[in-house]
């Protein structure tokens, strides 16, 4: 009798003693409720609210967070503590960075290896349609949006420190960055950018983050790559969102404009280069961003 035999018929084959990795689904979910439920818990805390938050609430701005919705139950920037709000950038940041990033860089923090089949659906999931080395790409995109917030914060201090100072000045543009590049929409100002609805400094700024941060590392890296070579060259997702997006934005705009110029309650009582401005700037918000400088309840108001 043989010994393969033996081993295959008469005793039990030797299991592999490495355990199974989880699957996609999984560790995306996992991953997700890993960072969603502290923080929801964190945030009924009084250290990180003035008044505190019922689970409900905080579990509600929570994943309005890390999911750059910009949606919340009360005022950001009067109702949360200093640990609060930088708590909730964190999870904006997480958020816009994408939770297939997040589920790579854990792995990569315990050293995990990415399986054929985890790295194709990285892959995809990063918008890339070719073989990449997804600890890279990651790296490059962590890279690419902390460059970019920290020109807006360069740019908004510059606008902000002068008026609020050093420490709070700082703080509203780190925070205003964060969450403009990642089209969260949160805001530390009660009437979110109300206050600046002719302020081309930051209006600008933050609707620039907001545009480029909702196009993408797909299309960036395209353009950064071939962008020399012609607009034939690029990919078709990348054609597609480079001719969209000047389109919605220009189209939002006029329509905007003509639609609320005469309504004294938003558009109508700002100077003409104001009007123009805010249109803009709701036309590139509108898509995904969230912000609002004018009175979004009293739009269409104007009588007849």
Not at 210 to 228: C, E, M, P, R
Not at 241 to 255: C, D, Y
Request: proline residues 3%; glycine residues 10%; charged residues 10%.
């Amino acid at each position: 009798m043989s010994r393969r035999f033996q081993r295959g018929a008469l005793y039990p084959l030797k299991r592999n003693s490495r355990l199974p990795m989880p699957s996609e689904p999984y560790l995306i979910v996992a991953s997700f409720l890993g960072v969603l439920i502290p923080s929801a818990l964190l945030l009924t805390f009084p250290v990180f609210s003035v008044t505190g938050l019922s689970f409900t609430d905080a579990f509600f701005t929570a994943t309005s967070a890390i999911s750059v919705t910009g949606l919340g139950v009360v005022d950001t920037g009067q109702h949360f503590t200093l640990s609060g709000k930088i708590l909730l950038m964190l999870l904006m940041q997480i958020g816009g960075l994408g939770q297939m990033t997040l589920s790579a860089v854990l792995l990569y923090m315990f050293g995990v290896r990415l399986s054929l089949k985890q790295q194709a659906l990285a892959q995809e999931a990063l918008g890339q349609d070719r073989k990449v080395n997804i600890k890279g790409l990651v790296k490059k995109i962590i890279i690419l949006a902390l460059v970019a917030e920290a020109v807006g914060v360069a740019i908004l201090a510059f606008r902000w420190v002068p008026e609020m100072g050093w420490n709070q000045g700082l703080f509203y543009a780190v925070f205003h960055s964060i969450s403009a590049f990642n089209n969260a929409g949160f805001s530390l100002f009660s009437d979110s950018m109300m206050s600046f609805a002719s302020d081309p400094i930051v209006l600008l700024v933050l609707s620039s983050l907001f545009i480029f941060g909702g196009l993408g590392f797909t299309v960036v890296s395209d353009v950064a790559q071939n962008g020399h070579k012609g607009f034939a060259r690029l990919g078709l997702h990348t054609k597609v969102m480079l001719t969209a997006t000047p389109i919605l934005l220009f189209s939002g705009t006029l329509m905007f404009f003509l639609l609320e110029r005469s309504n004294a309650e938003t558009l109508g009582a700002l100077t003409l280069d104001g009007q123009w401005l805010s249109a803009f700037f709701q036309s590139a918000s509108a898509r995904t961003a969230g912000f609002n400088s004018v009175d979004l309840e009293n739009l269409g108001s104007q009588r007849c």
